[in-house]
């Protein structure tokens, strides 16, 4: 999972960029980078770390251009320790290509062979994000002509990725003396929005980035999302062309856990309300717990803050139960679902929440939280609950079990990891020291996310039905993934 963002304007963007970076923080925390383009010439700093600590008066000085990119990454490919695989990566044939990337492909080893056999590019990581920066660089230089680069020859291109690769990618990339170029899968799985503003001089500026909250943080009006398939492209005079770049024979599904789990709660992602799904996540998982246990004998309703607090609030309101803050969180800890390893990940919950024993003591405490994944971080909240005094600890999860890996860009990658893979909901309480384990039905999921809007009728879920919507993931493309998981 990454956050990214790209921005045409009529002004030097280092530092907008910059500022776009620190809203889309929660999206990955391994490694940022920044590059923009001045005329024809490039400008890249990346390092790992979060973005605060990364950038110096100096780096942001040598950013130099009013039309730039930025990345935040969390590893799902490759490793989280290298600065050679922090975002964005370069080329420099033809054009001089830079590109950013929120994704994951799964056809790694097909492009991999391809790429280094027919169509004789060299690969100096293990990233699936230089694999997609050589695909569209080879495939530019198939489309364009010998004098100019157009709009067509750049469609034309991103046409040919898309039939070339499978998985998820939501794509931004600086193109040497020309422009801005941002794309999208054809199931738009991982999430992409434009946005527009009107400079001084009247000129046109625009942003496309992985949430809402970059473009109104940053005074732009929402135009729409990058639709699955299409591709914009910006030259540096600031006028936008698109074309619808896939065949149309995709189901456009967004990413659940999107809603679930990742995009900060006051971001509107493909046309939904983060904030709104996740209140009617909580009203049907209320229903799912009356269904276990009388609403009578829950004596609190307390969230996992931050994401599942809106959960959590309409859980409380419609049990009729009081809802109490009984966690204290330290901000200055990062999340630990997307923290690299189960130990960092252990360690991390102790000092990222407090129990406040006033909340707990000889209460029945109904504690929400977003999605049980691993159950390394439910196990230890419950444990500080019962150390907090709590009598009866319910533990509910707004989002159904996760029980197969995620390959679209979340790093949950093999089966034994998942708490939910092969056992019973008794046999996870159990493991999470629960009285009672209640979990959201995937129909539940789905209605509260797809409700009021009919732009898409299902969600990517493959990780709670283990039904792939794109094509390369079988059983042994699985196993593989498995036998060679390294983050």
Known sequence: MCGIVGIVASEPVNQQIYDSLLLLQHRGQDSTGIATVDGSSLHIVKTKGQVRESYRTR??????????????????????????EAQPFYVNAPYGIILVHNGN?????????????????????DSDTELLLNVLANELQKTASEEELTADAVFDAVSIVHKRVEGSYATIALIAGYGLLAFRDPHGIRPLILGRRTAENGQDEWVVASESLVLESGGFEIVRDVEPGEAIFIDQQSKLQSR???????????????????????????????????????????????????????????????SARPSAMQVARKLGVEYREGFFK???????????????????????????????????????????????????????????????????????????????????????????????????????????????TVEGMNEAILEGQDRFTTLEQACFTGNYITGGVTAEYLDWLEANQTS
Request: with cysteine.
């Open 330 to 440: 330290n901000r200055y800890v990062g999340r630990t679902f997307i923290m690299p390893g189960q130990a960092l990940r252990k360690k991390s919950v102790r000092q990222k929440l407090h129990a406040m024993e006033v909340e707990f003591e000889g209460k029945t405490v109904c504690i929400v939280d977003d999605s049980i994944v691993r159950g390394t971080t439910s196990k230890e909240i419950v444990d500080m609950a019962r150390a907090a005094g709590a009598a009866r600890v319910i533990f509910a999860s707004a989002a159904p079990p996760v029980v197969w890996p995620h390959v679209y860009g979340i790093n949950i990658s093999t089966r034994d990891e998942l708490i939910a893979h092969g056992r019973t909901y008794e046999e996870i309480a159990e493991f999470i020291g629960a009285d009672l384990l209640v979990y959201q």
């Open 244 to 306: 619808q770049c896939a065949d149309g024979t995709a189901e456009y599904a967004p990413c659940a856990f999107e809603y679930v789990y990742l995009s900060r709660p006051d971001s509107v992602v493909n046309g939904i309300s983060v904030y709104d799904a996740r209140l009617r996540l909580g009203d049907k998982l209320a229903e799912e717990i009356a269904r276990h246990i009388d609403p009578s004998e829950i004596d609190v309703v307390m969230p996992i803050p931050d």
């Open 59 to 84: 780096d942001m000085r040598s950013l130099l251009g009013n039309i730039g990119l930025g990345h935040v990454r969390y590893a799902t490919r490759g490793s989280a320790a290298t600065e050679q």
């Open 105 to 125: 492909l799964v056809n790694t080893r097909e492009l991999t062979a391809a790429l280094r056999g027919v169509d004789r590019r060299h690969l100096n990581t």
